[in-house]
């Protein structure tokens, strides 16, 4: 007896759902775990977790903080980059913190919860923290020595031009002293707390100080990644960090030299991205070698 031919299409659509049921959803997985199974990739396919005394410390793959419970830098431990991810190196929130070049005006509200720091204050406040935590200079170009974003406001009485006529540090809020007394002889102000200078006519004009062109503070010590996860810091940064870890650790400086290369790793495939040290990988190694006192 012949089916039907409405009956056959609708058999053979199945014959095909029940193949490839058992093809993707069966065998391909399968295949998959027993892979990750094999000798040198298990570690891999479980996250690359470490582990110290049978307790897992936190997987190679992912940074995280070396901090205190106050949020400070605990100053035997190689710091990580900083992190945009939720409240920092979160898995669940990997972000970057999407403000670009053009982030370069705070927002004052008189308020911690509504306020927001632009960019370059952010980058700012974080490179005279390291520099003040490694004993290097932490002055970067378009910053306050106060550590936020060098930013006037500058009002002309026809707008774009014509005579200035009034000059506001649109960073440093009052009753914080303004980074510069004048500008082109005018004085200038301190931000009140809730003005949009650039909405009220206020022309932005970051001012570049005396900051040196290459600043001793590596990009990577003051930039987030775009994941907010990244393990690792430049060999720069964690140059500038050895003496004060060598210092805590009562180590000599060459031996964590030493600790720091052999866990650099180097360009992918030779040519593509930079060399990056593990961050939790050093950390690691320096409890085994130098422990804390």
């Known amino acids: ?16 759902v029940l193949v490839f049921t058992v093809l993707l959803g069966l065998v391909y997985p399968l295949a998959l775990v027993a892979v990750g199974r094999l000798p040198g990739l298990d570690g891999r396919a479980d996250g690359s977790l470490l582990t110290v005394g049978g307790r897992t410390v936190g997987s190679s793959l992912i940074g995280q903080s070396f901090t205190d419970a106050d949020g400070n830098p605990v100053p035997r431990y190689f710091q990580s980059r900083p992190s945009a991810a939720g409240d920092g190196y ?3 929130a990997t972000a970057a913190s999407n403000l670009g070049p053009a982030s370069v005006v705070d927002t004052l509200t008189g308020d911690e919860e509504t306020s927001a720091q632009s960019l370059l204050t952010q980058v700012c406040a974080r490179s005279k ?3 003040e935590l490694d004993g290097v ?8 020595p106060d550590g936020v974003g060098a930013v006037l406001a500058v009002f002309r009485a026809d707008g774009l031009t014509g005579p200035i006529t009034r000059v506001v540090s649109v960073n440093q809020a009052a009753p914080a002293t303004p980074f510069l007394t004048t500008w082109q002889g005018v004085p200038v102000e301190a931000a009140r707390p809730g003005h949009d200078y650039v909405a009220e006519g206020g022309i932005v004009t970051p001012v570049r100080g005396d900051a040196p062109a290459r600043p001793a503070v590596p990009a990577d010590a003051v930039t987030a990644s775009g994941s907010g996860l990244d393990p690792h810091i430049s060999p720069a940064y964690a140059e500038i960090q050895v003496a004060r870890v060598a210092r805590e650790r009562a180590a000599d400086p060459a031996a964590v030299r030493r600790l720091v290369a052999e866990h650099t790793t180097g360009r992918a495939l030779g040519f593509m991205g930079e060399p990056g040290v593990n961050v939790l990988e050093l950390n690691l190694a320096l409890d085994e070698a130098f422990p804390a006192r």
Not at 137 to 144: A, F, I, N
Request: net charge positive; glycine share 6%.
């Open 1 to 16: 007896m012949r089916l039907p031919s409405w009956l056959s299409q609708h058999l053979a659509a199945l014959r095909a």
């Open 90 to 92: 979160d898995p669940t």
């Open 129 to 131: 923290a390291v520099g």
């Open 137 to 144: 200079d932490g002055r970067r170009p378009y910053c306050t």
